[in-house]
């Protein structure tokens, strides 16, 4: 079958309705620009001849019944499709409390996004002829109520037979949680493995095996674009924090039948109030680096002490910025080897060295 057609993707929006909005000293998030930055995002979209749009979790800044509402009505009020799933800010307990909804209640909000059954935080619905979502919810707690990114085995057994039953269709997966390392060693470092899926290569394999390639995550709040035996992990900055950015997505199929995905990122670039948001953000990001430089220098496996890594921790004010914005290049000729040779990994780099930045244009191919 011969596709083409054309989605965007904003992620990890936050949104924060004025009178909802909580501050905290060490969040990286500008939820102030939520809404602002969405209406600028949507605008642009209105030109761009959408035949839908993705939202791959976090809507929310922590789940305010006020702030799903809102989203949902504008949502409504758009001229595509819309489908959501959730994140881990969006259901940040199992019961409801006196400021946040309960996980159950998620899907009630967005019966018109995906959830025609409010009983299941999963679902699946054709797009277009040919074309079908999956939208998995990668939130799971413990018995103490702990919040943990993984999917069930109902969840997994659900997947594989929708899978079985629709292997004439192309497979776009939605889920919050990173299926495919987007960092070096990110499903083995502490700071790095709490925004992976715990059961990733379960997944990865039950993709794998029904020829599913394109899975839509978030959660990271950083551009990149990251592949894995053939199943590529398209992971989208968020709204609220730098780089702002956003994706227009197109799938192609040309005369000899080959498809490929076509990928465009935009950026917001300024807000009312927030005339310099792209330099003003970067350097909100910067100020409140520091706490965790600190802790990728000392913990595994450069385990530096601490006055070492407050030596270099300066140098790294930017480190986390740039990365978010994708197809950074890093190089730090100061630093001692070790250090040196583990931060320049983070460079858009391909196996062998050389440069490859495709986080935020990119045509891939597709099998």
């Not at 009020?77 to 400021?99: E, F, K, M, W």
């Not at 919050?176 to 499903?187: F, T």
């Not at 480190?319 to 190089?331: C, E, Q």
């Not at 730090?332 to 196996?351: H, L, T």
Request: charged share 20%; glycine share 6%.
């Amino acid at each position: 079958m011969s596709l083409n057609f054309r989605f965007a993707i904003i992620s990890d929006l936050h949104i924060a309705l004025p009178q909802t909005i909580w501050n905290h000293p060490n969040r990286f998030h500008l939820v102030e620009v939520s809404i602002p930055a969405l209406e600028i995002i949507l605008d642009r979209l209105s030109n761009c001849e959408l035949d839908f749009l993705l939202l791959p979790g976090d809507l929310t800044q922590h789940g305010e019944p006020a702030n799903h509402a809102w989203l949902a009505e504008r949502l409504a009020q758009l001229p595509y499709p819309t489908y959501v799933i959730p994140g881990n800010h969006d259901v940040p307990s199992v019961q409801a409390n006196d400021t946040a909804i309960g996980l159950a209640d998620f899907p009630h909000y967005y019966r018109s996004f995906g959830y025609d059954n409010p009983q299941q935080l999963y679902y699946t619905c054709p797009l277009l002829a040919g074309v079908r979502l999956i939208g998995l919810n990668s939130n799971q707690f413990d018995e103490q109520g702990k919040q943990q990114g993984y999917l069930d085995d109902e969840q997994l057994q659900w997947l594989q037979d929708v899978l079985a039953t629709h292997s004439d269709e192309l497979i776009l997966v939605m889920v919050h949680h990173n299926v495919v390392e987007h960092l070096p060693g990110q499903s083995r470092h502490s700071l790095g493995r709490r925004y992976m899926l715990d059961n990733a290569p379960a997944l990865q394999q039950i993709l794998r095996s029904a020829n599913a390639q394109l899975v839509f995550t978030g959660h990271l709040h950083v551009q990149d674009i990251a592949c894995s035996q053939g199943v590529y992990d398209i992971t989208t900055g968020s709204l609220v924090s730098y780089p702002h950015p956003y994706r227009v997505l197109e799938l192609r199929t040309d005369e000899f039948g080959q498809r490929s995905l076509h990928i465009a990122s935009g950026r917001v670039e300024s807000v009312p109030g927030w005339e310099t948001l792209q330099e003003t953000s970067r350097n909100f990001m910067g100020d409140r680096s520091q706490p965790f430089m600190l802790q990728l220098l000392m913990q595994s496996p450069l385990k530096l002490s601490q006055a070492e890594a407050e030596t270099l921790a300066p140098s790294l004010r930017y480190f986390w910025a740039d990365l978010a914005n994708g197809d950074a290049m890093f190089k730090f000729p100061e630093f001692p080897a070790a250090a040196r040779r583990y931060f320049e990994r983070f460079s858009a780099i391909d196996a062998n060295g050389r440069s490859h930045r495709i986080d935020n244009t990119a045509t891939l191919p597709l099998q």
